[in-house]
């Protein structure tokens, strides 16, 4: 079984920076790519940003786009996600997905397949 451990939330100042690394353990998986989406209290999960795991491709949501940057390492099985010029609005609980076949549509939460529990990130102006 795939289990999927976030780290590196917290209290940050508006115009901050944090890093949250993903680090997957347990069996051998097959994965396409890993995700990062996040949940503010009251609202549904959205898509944040994700990483192809050959080749790297990165995709982001508009919101986060040149200030967050998905990254991967094969080696360590982690994926991080480097939160620059942070504001408010970012607050959420963030939470790191798998998605373990090969589809276009990296943004839909349906697409993935194992879940984290998820750390919270929180933003104050």
């Known amino acids: 079984q795939v289990q999927l451990v976030e780290s590196g939330g917290g209290l940050v100042q508006a115009g901050g920076s944090l890093r949250l690394s993903c680090a997957a353990s347990?069996?051998?998986?097959?994965?396409?790519?890993m995700g990062w989406f996040r949940q503010a209290a009251g609202k549904e999960r959205e898509f944040v940003a994700s990483?192809?795991?050959?080749?790297?491709?990165?995709f982001y949501a508009d919101s986060v786009k040149g200030r967050f940057t998905i990254s991967g390492d094969n080696a360590k099985n982690t994926v991080d996600l480097q939160m620059n010029n942070l504001k408010p609005e970012d607050t959420a609980v963030y939470v790191c997905?798998?998605?373990?076949?090969?589809?276009?549509?990296?943004?839909?939460?349906?697409?993935?397949?194992?879940w984290g529990q998820g750390t919270q990130v929180t933003v104050s102006s």
């Open positions: 997905a798998v998605c373990q076949r090969v589809t276009w549509y990296l943004s839909d939460r349906t697409s993935y397949d194992v």
């Open positions: 347990g069996r051998t998986f097959s994965r396409y790519a």
């Open positions: 990483v192809t795991w050959n080749g790297g491709t990165t």
